[in-house]
């Protein structure tokens, strides 16, 4: 029996290929696509398209409430610089704002989702059309880690939750066993950039950590082709997330160019207190 629920879509290539999921199983996937990050290509593949701004969150409950819609999914990032410098909030997006303490994404997106949830709008798993794309345990490459690459990996991720944890940012670049870079606003691609100018020449690990939440609701860690040309350019061999809570967005193709570039994808097992 097929369903009918919403997509909102942020940037990047995960709206696309869960709309694509959603055609697949049958279902009705009514896309809400935010103006400054989704790709046009979303209308292409829903049922009906609606574009928002950033910001406009009465919007976005009066499109739900016009569509029939009682179920939303959140696919795809919204750059955390967009959030500060293109967002104009309406009435309601500004009487959120005012509650809320903190400004960061568990703070704002959290808020967005108890405002739905109060319009009888549920969230749910943002991984649910695409299990098939998390990470799994180990290498999933042809080559696996050198004892420095594993000692670069475990060290990067004691950083890296401990940042995730205060929701600075997913991921960081290690070389020797030592914090090269940590993700802030501009993203993994600028970090690693702005790692490589840093230590003249040395092989770097990049480290992406899932928020220690119980949930998937947002703000997934992904990752995809895009990510293993970027880390080509740097120097960067090893590429280290947490399984079952990352998506490996066209994963074939982006394993097959990591094979190609002698670069490890090592899908780490959540402890217990990391999954908690």
């Not at 600075?168 to 670049?173: F, K």
């Not at 993994?188 to 003249?200: C, G, H, I």
């Not at 770097?204 to 220690?212: D, E, G, H, P």
Request: some cysteine.
């Amino acid at each position: 029996m097929s369903s009918r629920y919403a997509i909102l879509c942020g940037n990047g290539r995960f709206p696309v290929l869960a709309l694509e999921a959603a055609k697949r199983q049958g279902d009705e996937a009514v896309a809400i696509a935010i103006q400054e990050e989704a790709d046009p290509a979303v209308e292409k593949l829903a049922v009906a398209t609606h574009w928002i701004s950033l910001g406009q969150l009465g919007k976005l409950i009066d499109v739900m409430h016009k569509e029939g819609l009682g179920q939303m999914l959140m696919a795809g990032q919204v750059k955390h610089a967009s959030i500060f410098s293109n967002i104009r909030p309406d009435w309601r997006m500004v009487k959120l704002l005012a509650r809320l303490h903190t400004k960061n994404t568990d703070a704002l997106i959290g808020g967005v989702i108890g405002e739905l949830r109060g319009e009888g709008i549920e969230i749910v798993e943002s991984t649910r059309l695409l299990t098939s794309l998390l990470a799994t345990e180990g290498a999933m490459t042809k080559r696996k880690p050198s004892k420095e690459e594993e000692a670069n990996i475990a060290y990067g991720r004691q950083v890296a939750n401990t940042l995730a944890s205060h929701d600075i940012g997913q991921s960081v670049a290690i070389a020797d066993q030592a914090c090269v870079a940590v993700e802030a606003m501009e993203g993994t691609d600028a970090m690693l950039r702005r790692a490589a100018s840093l230590v003249n020449g040395k092989e770097l690990t990049l480290v992406k950590a899932s928020r220690r939440r119980k949930h998937m609701l947002f703000d997934v860690p992904v990752t995809g082709p895009t990510t293993i040309e970027v880390m080509r350019e740097t120097k960067t061999k090893v590429l280290a997330i947490d399984a079952g809570r990352t998506l490996l967005l066209d994963k074939d193709a982006m394993l097959e160019a990591a094979n190609k570039a002698g670069i490890v994808v090592w899908g780490s097992a959540l402890s217990d207190s990391e999954a908690s």
